[in-house]
């Protein structure tokens, strides 16, 4: 599955974004799909994760209650919803695909870059103070 994401920016804090993630090539709800995001000078982070169907949903402590993810699987598309953005978190996000619809009961696992088969380019989000 070929997977490409859009949709960042530069914002303001406080001020939301949707980023989409775009699949192609297979049978998108096969796929588990997750968020993840890289800060300047820093290792890549889990942001949320997003079983095959849809139904299960997990995300990181640091974006809970902000960030949403979701998925329309008749249109091959994650989303990322982010509200209340702050500058920290100013990263380039990736998305990446699971080749396992459904989610490891391990967070471990769930939240591991290493477990994901498939990349896409990356869109950088900058929120301005």
């Known amino acids: 599955v070929q997977l490409q994401a859009f949709g960042g920016g530069l914002v303001q804090a406080g001020a939301s974004l949707r980023l989409s993630c775009a699949a192609s090539?297979?049978?998108?709800?096969?796929?588990?799909v997750a968020w993840f995001r890289q800060a300047p000078g820093k290792d890549r982070d889990f942001v949320a994760t997003?079983?095959?169907?849809?139904?299960?949903?997990f995300t990181a402590n640091s974006v809970k209650g902000r960030f949403t993810i979701s998925r329309d699987n008749a249109k091959n598309t994650v989303y990322l919803e982010m509200n209340n953005l702050k500058p920290e978190d100013t990263a380039v996000y990736y998305c990446a695909a699971h080749s396992n619809p459904v989610l490891s009961p391990s967070k471990r696992n769930r939240e591991s870059e290493t477990k994901y088969d498939y990349w896409g380019q990356g869109t950088k989000v900058t929120v301005s103070s």
């Open positions: 090539g297979r049978t998108f709800s096969n796929y588990a």
């Open positions: 997003i079983s095959g169907t849809g139904g299960s949903t």
